[in-house]
């Protein structure tokens, strides 16, 4: 006969554990009310987790922009090279002076050094 004593205490707790949970009680008082300190914790770790996220986010977003600018950049620094190497060959100059008749000549012979003796 013990048993059944224990086993109606038990069923009671189970029946009582169900009423609880299907009111609400329990999880207004006991869980959110003992676990309250934890529960806002873990809220400030998941807005700080989202902030984290967004930032993160940004910051890669500026960076391939950052990424795309310098290659856009270096194409543009290479084809100005090219172009200046281009313009600056002797005979490129030669033709230029001669379109806008500057009436320049070519040098026919080296260029020479002039020293001059201080005393």
Not at 5 to 29: A, H, P, R, W, Y
Not at 89 to 109: H, I
């Amino acid at each position: 006969m013990a048993d059944s004593g224990t086993n109606k205490s038990k069923e009671d707790k189970q029946l009582g554990f169900i009423k609880e949970l299907l009111s609400g009680s329990m999880v207004s008082e006991k869980l959110i009310l003992k676990n309250l300190g934890y529960i806002s914790f873990v809220t400030f770790l998941a807005a700080v987790y989202i902030g984290n996220r967004f930032h993160a986010e940004r910051i890669t977003r500026e960076t391939a922009k950052v990424l795309r600018e310098v290659k856009d950049l270096r194409a543009e620094s290479i084809s100005t090279s090219a172009n200046l190497m281009y313009a600056s060959r002797q005979s490129e100059v030669y033709r230029l002076v001669k379109e806008r008749g500057l009436n320049l000549e070519e040098m026919k012979s080296p260029p020479y050094k002039l020293l001059v003796n201080k005393k």
